[in-house]
C-alpha cells in the first residue's frame, strides 16, 4: 500500500506563490508516476501536472504551463508543485496520486491508482 500526504496549501493573493509537496511512503517503488489533479467546487477533478519517479518524464496542463512547476526529490520520496503567478481560477483542493508505471504517461484520474487527502488552496483577488 502506498502513502501519499499532501502539505502546502493556504491562502494567497492573486499573483502570489504557494509550493504544494506530496510525501509518498510504503511501497511507493510499485509506482512511477506522480500527478497533481484538483478539484473545484462544483467543478470536476481535472489533472494539472505529472512527474515519473524513473526519469523526470513531465507533463503539464495547459492552463498551468509556464506558471506551475513540478518536481521530485527521489531520496525524499517527494514531489513537488510550485505554483506562481496564482489566479482566482486556480482555487481549488489540489491531490496528489501514484499511478502504476504501465500507466505513467497518464493524465486521467481514473488511472491513478493511490490519493492523498487533499489540501486546500484559495487565491483572492
Known amino acids: 500500500q502506498v502513502q501519499l500526504v499532501e502539505s502546502g496549501g493556504g491562502l494567497v493573493q492573486a499573483g502570489g506563490s504557494l509550493r504544494l509537496s506530496c510525501a509518498a511512503s510504503?511501497?511507493?517503488?510499485?509506482?512511477?508516476?506522480v500527478g497533481w489533479f484538483r478539484q473545484a467546487p462544483g467543478k470536476e477533478r481535472e489533472f494539472v501536472a505529472r512527474?515519473?519517479?524513473?526519469?523526470?518524464?513531465?507533463y503539464y496542463a495547459e492552463s498551468v504551463k509556464g506558471r506551475f512547476t513540478i518536481s521530485r526529490d527521489n531520496a525524499k520520496n517527494t514531489v513537488y508543485l510550485q505554483m506562481n503567478s496564482l489566479k482566482p481560477e486556480d482555487t481549488a483542493v489540489y491531490y496528489c496520486?501514484?499511478?502504476?508505471?504501465?500507466?505513467?504517461?497518464?493524465?486521467?484520474?481514473?488511472?491513478?491508482?493511490?490519493w492523498g487527502q487533499g489540501t486546500q488552496v484559495t487565491v483572492s483577488s
Open positions: 496520486a501514484a499511478a502504476p508505471w504501465r500507466r505513467r504517461s497518464s493524465v486521467k484520474d481514473s488511472e491513478y491508482d493511490y
Open positions: 510504503g511501497r511507493a517503488f510499485s509506482t512511477d508516476a
Open positions: 512527474i515519473t519517479w524513473s526519469g523526470g518524464s513531465i
